[in-house]
């Protein structure tokens, strides 16, 4: 993987990483809820007890789209949700309007993510972009040896997006992206039900790897 990909995906927030003015509604608390099963789901079955680095601040649409477009061009996080609406086991009515609506208004800026609201069963080291990218960005040699010496653990960091959901509150979209390695990383939309009170994946769809 190359570095311009860590720092393209691990720009620093400036003025948007703020917490949401007021925001502590169901939404906020289902979006937590969400991230959880995504983050337990990829990794507690084989984390062996390695922490999981985590980006405290949610990726901005932008850098999605970026991201995708050095691997697809021309495309973007947009049109690929639009993709999913073909998808009749899980789109119903205006299930894939509302869904790529709330998305794309969440994501325009990026948001701080709190360590004391989300409690996956995973562990998870907090960490500022800035803190990870000053691994890749002043090291010189293999700056995974150092990042893994660092942190004491093989799973590389994560990232996501802000959740988009339907208006019902029982479909959800993420986007995560995961770096382990030079050639080990990889952006994912992650499409959730909620089922008896439970999230759970419906599907994956991977954008890019590397």
Not at 59 to 66: A, E, H, N, P, W
Not at 157 to 176: C, D, H, P, T
Request: overall charge neutral.
């Amino acid at each position: 993987m190359k570095y311009s990909l860590l720092l393209l995906s691990l720009t620093a927030c400036v003025v948007g990483c703020t917490r949401p003015p007021g925001q502590v509604d169901i939404s906020s608390a289902e979006e937590y809820h969400v991230i959880a099963t995504v983050i337990d789901s990829l990794y507690r079955p084989s984390h062996q007890g390695a922490p999981l680095i985590f980006i405290d601040s949610t990726i901005v649409q932008s850098s999605v789209d970026s991201t995708i477009k050095m691997f697809k061009r021309g495309d973007s996080a947009s049109n690929y949700l639009d993709l999913f609406a073909t998808d009749s086991s899980f789109f119903e009515g205006r299930d894939s309007v509302e869904l790529r609506r709330d998305f794309d208004s969440k994501n325009r800026q990026r948001w701080i993510l709190f360590a004391d609201s989300l409690r996956p069963k995973t562990q998870l080291i907090f960490q500022t972009s800035d803190q990870v990218n000053s691994v890749f960005a002043l090291t010189t040699g293999n700056s995974w040896a150092v990042f893994r010496d660092k942190y004491h653990t093989n799973l590389g960091f994560m990232e996501v997006s802000r959740v988009g959901f339907n208006s019902k509150l029982n479909k959800a979209v993420v986007y995560v992206e995961r770096y382990a390695g030079y050639e080990n990383a990889e952006g994912t939309f992650v499409f959730l039900l909620k089922l008896n009170g439970q999230w759970i994946i419906h599907r994956q769809y991977m954008k890019w790897i590397s």
